[in-house]
């Protein structure tokens, strides 16, 4: 069975730090991880490997740091990786990064299963892994906590809704998102990371796929950002000490101010 | 689309480096330079004093004028309506203030049709219905075949649809098929009186930054939005909508199957929850979760849970809030034993009101907080508890 998997670099952290001094946005020193997610998306690409066999490959799009990330997907067991870089990719919103990672997708049929995480840190759409299905022409299922079997030709899982879970059943080849409930992510063996340190990692370009060039990047992305800021945190809650009686009977007024006693 | 330098007219002065929100210049020799982390935002554009950057855009633009009406994807599950749904009515009933074009919804599903009654009677224009047995149960297949084919049908102006997991698990595949935009989760929408643009407000980087988002050359403008931003929409004295039942030409054989559904013992819809009590590391073991449910129960509150307490195995993974969790705003939500890693905060500091109960004065949940208590949950809960109980009786 071949499984592939799409991960996407993310800075570590979300707190956008300012220098108190210069006032100036810290650039240095933030890291780039794995999508949180994507990790969950990757063990369980490995876990499907190991029950029935077949290749697994990691895809990522973006720039060339990104490669990082795949090493680690390496490190973790996954076969191989594909990093789509291009200047031509840039600026790209969910509907045109599907297209391309669509795009080098069909330079790697066969497969069976595509896996991406539920959503990202930063853009937090969760709308690239639906939109790969549609330009695949594959079914799709979001949100899935747990994969009870594959077998016959088909996928059945498990997906977390607000407030139930749902059994389903997909023909394959067909594309999941995952929650963080499927599994527990493995850290690298030692093995893995030395291997991960030699692996070769083909860059793909625009030329290396398929899919016409004016859907990809800024000039295939319908949507644009015109606008961004950061909101201020509001600090105008008090923060009282007190002996706990006194602290109950507090928070029992503000609940009853709220009509909630 | 590029963005250029002018190297004429660019003294060095750096007010874009600064500017800039995804550290998309880095500075080579005396001159900035873009790299691929740059999403076109402008903010360098407005600072710089010389006018040195400049966008060249060379798209051409399509006739959008064939594209009227402001549609909602009208949500329901087992038979009823969700509130989202009256919500979403209300922002396109505001949009229309500005837009002036109709407003309908549209509605998926079978024997649904006194749902349809339902939004007449809040002020909705016109509801497209299409009640077919294959819609019963929400998949993401039919759905999406069936509201694309509306669209291409009707060509409305603007869609949107509740940034619920519904929402969100199929409005993707919608926009993809009719190969327009779609922004996911926003916080605010609503029309600029001169462009008559969609405006799109959304939070990125767990809620660190604010970004506004437009889809000017592609038709339908779509987007999904987060409950409880507005207000629902109100009843109206005489209903004058109409609706009007939608036939299908697709066949709806969907080849994803669902093969049951299990209602998981006290999960709750956070999202829905009016009040949220959650538990974090500071509750020290799982049975001491019983003392949150507790003070739920009393107080008709849904109870969340910090990863710490998620992780632990102290509580199931559906009542995580936070970034790898579930994101909420309820009126209330109170925080017990939870630090308020950036993580936590990302998923509940829009909340209405937050109160905090932590024995260390220094957790970073204060600074979100409303109201903040330093003290031993241990001792305070307990103290409440009895206070409403004795009150109750
Ligand atoms: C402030 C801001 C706001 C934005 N808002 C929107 C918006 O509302 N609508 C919109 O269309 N675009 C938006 N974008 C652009 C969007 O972030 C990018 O298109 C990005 O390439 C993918 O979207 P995402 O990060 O939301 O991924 P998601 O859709 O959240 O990612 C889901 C999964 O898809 C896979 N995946 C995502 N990106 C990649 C990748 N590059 N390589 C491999 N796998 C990947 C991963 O498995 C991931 O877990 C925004 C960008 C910014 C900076
Ligand atoms: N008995 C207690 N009462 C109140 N807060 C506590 C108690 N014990 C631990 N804490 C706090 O619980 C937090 C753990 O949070 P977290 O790791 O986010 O779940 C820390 O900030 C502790 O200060």
Known sequence: MNII????????????????????IVREGVKGIINPYDS???????????????????????PPQAESALREALAMGIDRAILLSDRLFAGSDTLATSYILASAIRKLVPFEIIICGRETLDGSTGQVGPEIAFHLGIPYATFVSGINQVADGQLECVRLME????????????????????????????RGLLRAKKAEIPVWGASNISGKIEFFGQEGSPTRVVECWHPEIKAEGKVVKGEPEQLAQILYETLKEKGLV | MILRLLKDKCTGCQQCLDACPFNAIDWKERFPEINENCRFCRKCIQVCPEGALVLEETEKKIDTSGYRGIWFFAEQRQGKLSSVSRELLQVCLQMRETLKEEVAGVLLGYQVKKLADQLLAHGCEKVYLVDRPELENFLEEPYALVLAELIRRYRPNIVVAAATM?????????????????????????????????????????????????CRYHRPQMATLRPKMVEEARSVQQPKGQVITETVSTQLPSVVKLLAQKRAENLVDLQEAEVIISGGRGLGDGKNFDLIRELATLVGAAVGASRAAVDS????YPH?????????????????????????????????????????????????????????????IPFLIRKIKENKS
Not at chain 1, 40 to 62: D, N, P
Not at chain 1, 167 to 183: C, F, G, M, R, Y
Not at chain 2, 313 to 316: A, C, K, S, V, Y
């Open chain 2, 313 to 316: 195995g102290w509580i199931p």
């Open chain 1, 40 to 62: 969950y998306a990757l063990e369980e690409a490995i876990r499907l490997k190991e029950r029935f066999g077949g290749q697994t490959t990691v895809i990522s799009m973006g």
């Open chain 2, 320 to 380: 995580q809030v936070g970034q790898t969790g579930r994101t909420v705003k309820p009126k209330i939500y109170l925080a017990c034993g939870i630090s308020g890693a950036i993580q936590h905060l990302a998923g509940m500091r829009t909340s209405d009101f937050i109160i905090a109960i932590n024995k260390d004065p220094d957790a970073p949940i204060f600074k979100v907080a409303h109201l903040g208590l330093v003290g031993d949950l241990f001792q305070i």
């Open chain 1, 163 to 190: 407030d139930h879970y749902e059994t389903l059943a997909l023909p394959l080849p067909s594309l999941i998102t995952v929650v963080k409930e499927i599994n527990e992510p493995r850290l690298p063996s030692l």
């Open chain 2, 166 to 214: 519904m929402g969100r698990a199929f409005f993707p595949s919608v926009a993809a098929r009719i190969g327009t935009g779609l922004t996911a989760d926003c916080t605010q929408l609503h029309i600029d009186p001169e462009s008559k643009l969609l405006v799109q407000t959304r939070p990125t980087f767990g809620g660190n930054l604010m970004a506004q988002i437009i």
């Open chain 1, 5 to 24: 998997v799409c991960i996407k670099q993310v800075p570590e952290t979300t707190e956008v730090k300012i220098d108190p001094v210069t006032k100036r």
